[in-house]
C-alpha cells in the first residue's frame, strides 16, 4: 500500500526554503550571516589569485582585522605569502578592511586541485613552414639557425625521406664556423 503525505497548499513558509529556517533563530540567523560574509570574502580573495590556486584555500576566519586562510598545502602556503600583499589590496579595493593575512597549512585537507589548463596548440600549415624556410635562408650559421633548420626538418612530410646533402645536414653550430662578435673596444681617458 502506497502512502501520500499531504502538504499544506498556498504559499510556502520562510522554513520550507532550505536558508530560510535559519533566520528564525538568533543564533543560527549570526551563523547564515557568518557563512555568507566568508563567502563573499573567499570569492573576493578568488579574483586576486592565479587560476590554478583558486581552490586550494578556504577562509577560517576573520579578527582584527585580520585573515585567517586555511592553504591545503606547504607550496601554497608558500606561494601565497609571496602575493599576500597584492590580495590584501584588492580585498580593499572590494570594500574589505584587512591588514594582514595568516596562513594554516592544513596537510589532510581535501581540497580539489584545479586541474592543469589543456595546452593549446595547433599544426604548423604550409604557410607557417614556408615563413620558417625564409627566415633559415636569412639567418646566419649558428644555434638559432640550427633550431630553425631542426624545426622543419621535423615538419617535413613523412612519405618524403631522402637524404639530404652533406652541406645541409651539418650544423653551423661549432666554434670555427660561428661568427664571433667583435670584441668591445676600450676607450683609454
Do not use: C
Amino acid at each position: 500500500m502506497v502512502t501520500t503525505v499531504r502538504r499544506p497548499t498556498g504559499h510556502p513558509t520562510k522554513g520550507s526554503h532550505l536558508l530560510g529556517w535559519l533566520g528564525h533563530d538568533a543564533q543560527t540567523a549570526s551563523v547564515l550571516a557568518t557563512a555568507q560574509r566568508y563567502l563573499k570574502l573567499r570569492a573576493v580573495v578568488s579574483e586576486a589569485l592565479p587560476p590554478t590556486m583558486r581552490d586550494s584555500f578556504e577562509v577560517l576566519k576573520i579578527e582584527q582585522d585580520t585573515l585567517t586562510l586555511m592553504a591545503s598545502n606547504a607550496a601554497f602556503a608558500a606561494k601565497f605569502r609571496q602575493i599576500a600583499p597584492r590580495v590584501i589590496a584588492h580585498a580593499q579595493a572590494a570594500g574589505w578592511n584587512l591588514t594582514g593575512i595568516k596562513l594554516r597549512v592544513q596537510g589532510g585537507l581535501r581540497i580539489p586541485v584545479a586541474p592543469k589548463p589543456v595546452k593549446e596548440a595547433r599544426a604548423l600549415d604550409k604557410r607557417d613552414l614556408q615563413t620558417f624556410e625564409d627566415l633559415n635562408r636569412q639567418l646566419r650559421p649558428g644555434p638559432l639557425a640550427d633550431a630553425v633548420a631542426r624545426l622543419l626538418a621535423h615538419h617535413q612530410p613523412t612519405l618524403v625521406k631522402e637524404p639530404a646533402p652533406a652541406a645541409q645536414t651539418t650544423l653551423a653550430s661549432t666554434h670555427g664556423e660561428t661568427p664571433e662578435a667583435p670584441a668591445p673596444q676600450t676607450h683609454k681617458t
